[in-house]
């Protein structure tokens, strides 16, 4: 990428931004594409993403957006030094969110969250998974942000509020697939969350991820006790039921034990997320390793049921 010019798209998602900040600080402050070639869009170069990097910096750090831009029109060398005078008391290194080996998009992300930039966030996923569907987008750009947002809590205590803008917004773009879905048959899948278990964005990954298979399901959702899930296992007869666990705190399980003493027990029970110990599981209850592994045996077990192999 070094080497090539850049569309707006590519600029936002590799800063993290909208592609209407980008044009708005082009109209306002001159960092704009510079490269022109007749008959085509203006497209950004290296050092117009330099320029763009450090007005980013400067206002997620507090820097109001004129100054920001007047230090960054300067050029990265010339503004090193103005960077340092223009930090607000909160160091923004405090507020960065790490992601591994993530790539441009999730450390894009990652900025836009930390700057609460709503749009931009949405803006990312939407096209993301559009791009590489479900799977992909939570593998490799929601989970490596999430995790980071959570590293970073532990170690400051802070970025609740980012924590919080970023699950909503995760929520309603997994709701935009969900409500895409073109599944006809009656579900066959449940989906619910352990007793007193709140953390609910990777079970919505799962049931994005089925309905963009075209898999029906049931969501419970978060905190579900024992007797509601078996309520629910008796009522409706699934073919698999997932039960999520974030935290060895939630996961306790008796409740699997319980669930498997249903009168309509599904054929497939699965227990889902890092909150599970494999040697303490019951027998007959998988553990998945992943989304994908997940997705895998919920549709092993709902083609299974709709399609009996004859004897």
Aim: proline share 6%; aromatic share 4%.
């Amino acid at each position: 990428m070094a080497d090539e010019a850049m569309s707006a798209g590519t600029v936002a998602r590799r800063l993290g931004v909208a592609v209407t900040t980008l044009r708005t600080w082009h109209r306002r402050y001159g960092l704009g594409p510079s490269q022109h070639v007749p008959g085509h869009h203006r497209r950004y170069t290296p050092a117009d993403l330099a320029r763009l990097e450090v007005m980013l910096r400067l206002t997620a750090e507090g820097v109001a957006p004129a100054e920001a831009a007047r230090w960054a029109n300067q050029g990265p060398a010339a503004s090193s030094g103005g960077e340092s005078r223009l930090r607000t008391a909160h160091d923004g290194g405090g507020r960065a969110i790490p992601v591994g080996r993530a790539g441009p998009a999730a450390r894009g992300l990652a900025r836009a969250a930390v700057r609460l930039d709503s749009m931009a966030i949405s803006e990312t996923i939407e096209q993301a998974l559009g791009r590489d569907g479900v799977v992909a987008t939570w593998d490799g750009l929601l989970r490596p942000v999430l995790t980071g947002i959570g590293e970073r809590h532990a170690a400051t205590a802070g970025l609740i509020e980012v924590e919080h803008l970023m699950s909503r917004c995760v929520s309603e773009a997994f709701a935009a697939v969900a409500r895409a879905g073109k599944a006809t048959a009656p579900p066959r899948i449940l989906l619910s969350c352990a007793d007193e278990e709140q953390h609910t964005l990777p079970l919505e990954a799962l049931a994005a991820a089925l309905a963009e298979a075209g898999v029906s399901y049931r969501m419970l959702g978060a905190r579900v006790p024992v007797a509601a899930l078996v309520e629910a296992v008796n009522r409706t007869g699934p073919a698999a039921a997932v039960i999520w666990s974030h935290t060895m705190a939630t996961a306790d399980p008796g409740q699997l034990t319980t669930l498997l003493a249903a009168p309509r027990r599904p054929l497939l029970v699965l227990a889902a997320g890092p909150g599970w110990r494999a040697d303490a599981l019951p027998a007959g209850v998988i553990r998945p390793v992943d989304l994908t592994a997940a997705v895998s045996l919920a549709l092993a077990v709902r083609d299974s049921w709709d399609h009996p192999t004859r004897e």
